[in-house]
């Protein structure tokens, strides 16, 4: 079993890290997108610094949702899908380690991006360390979300954006729970309250609904 | 004062009648060209036979 | 073993395909799908797979579980271009748990050795064929589901491919074939799949 | 009504039958929530003005039942969401199709109208309180289910991937509520508005109780008329598909 699951996490590393996999390009939207922000907002450096976080934030959710076509676009095209139905490996691992791989290569860099974009916004150390802790649980709760809408939308072609709409709502509570996570650590003394907890409950709850979810769009899905 | 307030009360109920007689016409249109559609179709394929 | 088919039918987007269609098959045997393009062969394999539910009728299978011993070769190679011929090979074998020691020796049996280290995007539609049929060798499993597996093969490797199957089935496997009669591959049960649609419409 | 051809495939299991009840059920419905609405509404606007909302809470016999709506608008599409998946009822993804629109409108509906209710009390157009920021939330997922919908080509294949969606949805809909009623008392101290007032004074419940009903039986009659059309344009697919299998 984690024979195949290190398989399935190796092989879509390596697509995604060689040319045309699109592993950083989460990362480019999510500098373009913070640095738009200070042009339509203006120059104000307390005011920059006091929103820098939630900037942050939103740029992360955005980039998360971006790559999510790919999960399962390629596999549905060239016929590797069909063979993942059949493999011994239950589906919900194999999606469970096919949101694990894209989220290293898209989810992990927004995170390791976070405190030099934090600077740009002229957000302070501490906040610094909140945002990229919380961006550390957040981001792939929102990858396991948006494993549901890769594979509602797997057999669809160029559904890229119509996955993020779908997907938009049900990460609304990651968001909450994230900005409020890193306002907490950067005002008070200990960043792990409750709204920490409840990120973390938020994560645990998707790794599981993601995975199960996505298993039933994929075997409905294949079946019309 | 209550004039300002029952112009509220006009333009609420005034969208929600706005809303609500948009998705009925809707309704009865997309039947209509239905309808049609399944009647030409149904004639074309009495007159193959 | 002994797969049976009873009455299973199928419709794509709305027409019927065919129904009330029946077979048995047990070890050794080669079951030749015939029928024209659309006539559902493709559907009728995917539903043996598993891949595609039955519309009506049943599947039963004695003495081997369909999940666990079933290969599919569809018209899509499940070749991923980013990947080497060997890393494409060496993913399904570490998925599917095949033995990945004689790997070479499965290569260079399907004529891929000297390709091995490339990147599939340089393949020509022969030799992604062949790639995808190797997965039939390197990974031991008794039914094999063949949809046209002989296109784009050359005449040599069509020989081979006979070969593989008759090997297959010396060793007591079994076979469904879907194919335009282009592979004498002596099947033992033909079904046209032409025949059945008539007899259902009429 | 055309005599429809006996279909050799059926798409359906028994559209007939449900072609000929909604034939009267439609008609019906619409008359019982006209009358309805008529007097609720009448009944409403004879109301004493609530001592501190003025004539705005008048706005409530509105905004109050599309929010019922709306949600049990979604609680039934995800009932009609099993009934595609688990007992494979084809009238069930015809229902889910046709009730989205429906569910969207009256999401709007509340959306608007509570904003215009609280205009006069907040001073802005939109106030980010905790029920209508819930309330938008599920307008966006209603847009993306009809997104979904229109997505695919082929109805059944659309059928289920929506219904897993729905289902999705339902699960996610009491997180998303708890989450912005609790990040909607972080923004504000207290919310000073209460939307539906402190205590339902009898003259204002048994309207706002009336014209709940009626839209209701409104809602039921344009989801009824939806569905008959949806059956009609499968049918139109069918034959369409039909016509150029014969032309092979």
Redesign the interface.
Known sequence: MT??I???L??DL??SL????GAGIGAIFFLSVVMVVPFAIGPDQKLLSQIGPAILWVGALLASLLGLERIFG?DA????L????????PLEIAAFSKALAHWCATGLPLVIVAPLLGLLLGVEMKGLGAVTLMLLIGTPAIAFLGL?GAA??A??PR?GL?IA??I???T??VL??GT?ATAAAITEASPFGTAFK?LCA?LL?SAV?GPV?AA??LR????? | MTALHSMFVAWAYGFAAFVLCALIVWIALDYRTQRKKLAELEAHRAEKK | MRLTASGISCARGGRTLFTGLSFALSDGELMLLTGPNGSGKTSLLRQIAGLLPLESGSIVCEGFEREEETHFVGHLAAVKDALTVSENLAFWVELYGGNAADLAGVLEKFRLDRLASLSARVLSAGQRRRLALARLAAIRRKLWLLDEPDTALDAEGRAMLVGVIAGHRAQGGTVVMASHGTLDAAPSQEISLAEVMRTAAA | MPKTPRMKFSELANPNRFMRMAWWMIPLFAALAALLLAWGLYLGFQAPAERDQGITARIMFVHVPSAWLALGIYSAMAVAALGTLVWRHPLADVAQKSSAPVGAAFALICLVTGAIWGRPTWGTYWEWDGRLTSMLVLFLIYLGIIALWRAFEEPLSAAKAVAVLTLVGFINIPIVKFSVDWWSTLHQPASVFRLDGPTMHASYLHPLLISALGFSFLAAAMIIAAMRTEVLRRRVRTLNIFAAGEAR
């Open positions: 024979r195949a290190l398989a399935i190796r092989r390596a697509i060689r040319a045309g996999g390629a095209e060239d016929g590797s069909d063979l993942l139905l059949l493999s011994p490996l549901i509602l939308a057999s669809l559904a119509l709409v779908l938009v709502p049900f609304i509570p909450i729970f409020a409840f938020l709850f609904i979810a039933a769009a409905i899905g294949r079946g019309a």
